[in-house]
């Protein structure tokens, strides 16, 4: 099956750290371009950052500097470590899989809830 | 940057047609996608490059852009349509930009 599966969300007091895992199934990573993207409760999808198939990585304006993008490619997950959370922060975080070259989000996991709060 | 501005509710009866429309003020040259997303679940992606369905969409569902307006199209609505849907763009030829609109519930 192809999926992607989510783990390492909980409750977590502002200026603390997290991090997030999802673990892919069905095809390879390394192959992909790679994403987060976050949920706030009530609003839509945000997108939070990539890693592209040669590596290289990017960020929204609103988490660089504090999450950091990876992927073990001997596993087939990628992960996102987060740090100096903020209540802004509170989402659901989706690992999600693109196409070869673009941003079209074709498969999405079951996501991760992310609470700061203290 | 983009803002994509859709409509808070669509209602439409089973059998008829549903419209959503996306727009904003610079996208004419963007592709569009849209995905549905039912409660508790992740986002579906249903459209891609305004009007490609991805394998397993019904064709029930098209989509169109013209401008700065991208339009998705539901027909013969049926109610496991009833959802909440996005549009969203996408810039990455310099540091990517990527952007959601806030979202349409369909009511059926």
């Known amino acids: 099956d192809v999926q992607l599966v989510e783990s390492g969300g909980g409750l977590v007091q502002p200026g603390g750290s997290l991090r997030l895992s999802c673990a892919a199934s069905?095809?390879?990573?390394?192959?992909?371009?790679m994403s987060w993207v976050r949920q706030a409760p009530g609003k839509g999808p945000e997108w939070v950052s990539i890693?592209?198939?040669?590596?290289?990585?990017d960020y929204a304006d609103s988490v660089k500097g504090r999450f950091t993008i990876s992927r073990d490619n001997s596993k087939n997950t990628l992960d996102l470590q987060m740090n100096s959370l903020r209540a802004d922060d509170t989402a659901v975080y989706y690992c999600a899989r693109s196409g070869d070259d673009d941003f079209c989000f074709d498969l999405w996991g079951r996501g991760t809830l992310v609470a700061v709060s203290s | 940057s983009y803002v994509l501005t859709q409509p808070p509710s669509v209602s439409v009866a089973p059998g008829k047609t549903a419209r959503i429309a996306c727009g904003a003020d610079n996208i004419q040259s963007n592709s569009v996608n849209w995905y549905q997303q039912k409660p508790g679940r992740a986002p579906m992606l249903v459209i891609s490059?305004?009007?490609d369905r991805p394998s397993g969409i019904p064709e029930r569902f098209s989509g169109s852009h013209s401008g700065n307006t991208a339009t998705l199209t539901i027909s013969r609505v049926e109610p496991g349509d009833e959802a909440d849907y996005y549009c969203?763009?996408?810039?990455?030829?310099?540091?990517?930009?990527?952007?959601f609109g806030g979202g349409t519930k369909l009511t059926v």
């Open positions: 969203q763009v996408w810039d990455s030829r310099s540091e990517p930009v990527v952007a």
């Open positions: 490059y305004d009007n």
């Open positions: 890693i592209y198939r040669g590596g290289k990585k």
């Open positions: 069905g095809f390879s990573v390394s192959k992909r371009y």
